[in-house]
């Protein structure tokens, strides 16, 4: 079972369309972040969100933190072919370990 | 800076073998971590080693060990092998130290297929 559940597993959309992808968990995390890992290669880390209810935004994409530390989204704008990839958000448990529980995962393809 | 380098990149062994992966973390990170990362698991925590010592650990069986050395390589063993254990390993290095989550920067995986 896993700590953190991604929805949806599949996202396969159009150019220029907007997208909400979800990060549920019944554990509160001590923060809370978001990669993006492209074929071949380790994630990359997109944001960190610490505190509940904060929301961060990178250019087109939009990160909230829920109020009760237990969930995120990751929102994207205007998705772009270069958006495709594999979204993972990482939960930190405990404060000061370097120790990530992952989500399961939402491979996004954007079709020009 | 180059970035965390992992060797080799890619791994065919039979059951019951042992493997031994190799991790160098950018040059003046600490702090190394390794997950395991399947199709039907996603990414999943082995450990963690700061200064030549663990630090973390999964919840992963003894056959997967690690250590790291004085220059902050690592290098993560996996004895008998099973199939299960066929698997995409990836290691994260981080400065360390800091008393809080560091950003982890991920190298690109050695794919292990074990036959």
């Known amino acids: 079972t896993q700590l953190l559940e991604q929805s949806p597993q599949f996202l396969s959309i159009q150019e220029g369309e907007n997208l909400t992808v979800y990060c549920n968990s019944s554990?509160?995390?001590?923060?809370l972040q978001w990669y993006r890992q492209e074929p071949g290669e380790g994630p990359v880390l997109l944001v960190t969100?610490?505190?509940?209810?904060e929301v961060k935004k990178l250019k087109r994409l939009t990160f909230q933190f829920g109020d009760a530390r237990k969930d995120s989204s990751l929102h994207i704008t205007a998705a772009q072919p270069g958006d495709t990839g594999l979204y993972l958000c990482a939960g930190e448990r405990y404060t000061g370990a370097n120790n990530l529980f992952f989500g399961t995962g939402t491979r996004l393809t954007v079709i020009p | 800076k180059a970035g965390v380098t992992q060797t080799p990149r890619y791994l065919i062994k039979t059951r019951g073998q042992q493997v031994t992966l190799s991790c160098s973390p950018i040059s003046g990170h600490r702090s190394v971590s390794w997950y395991q990362q399947t199709p039907g698991q996603g990414l999943q925590f082995l450990f963690e080693?700061?200064?030549?010592?663990?630090?973390n650990k999964g919840n992963f069986p003894g056959r997967f060990s690690g250590r790291q050395f004085s220059n902050s390589r690592s290098e993560m063993n996996v004895s008998t092998l099973e199939l299960g254990d066929s698997a995409l390993y990836l290691c994260?290095?981080?400065?360390?130290?800091?008393?809080?989550?560091?950003?982890?920067?991920f190298g690109p995986g050695t794919r292990l297929t074990v036959t």
């Open positions: 994260a290095s981080s400065p360390g130290g800091s008393g809080g989550l560091d950003e982890q920067y």
């Open positions: 969100v610490v505190t509940g209810g």
């Open positions: 080693y700061f200064s030549e010592t663990q630090r």
């Open positions: 554990s509160v995390f001590s923060s």
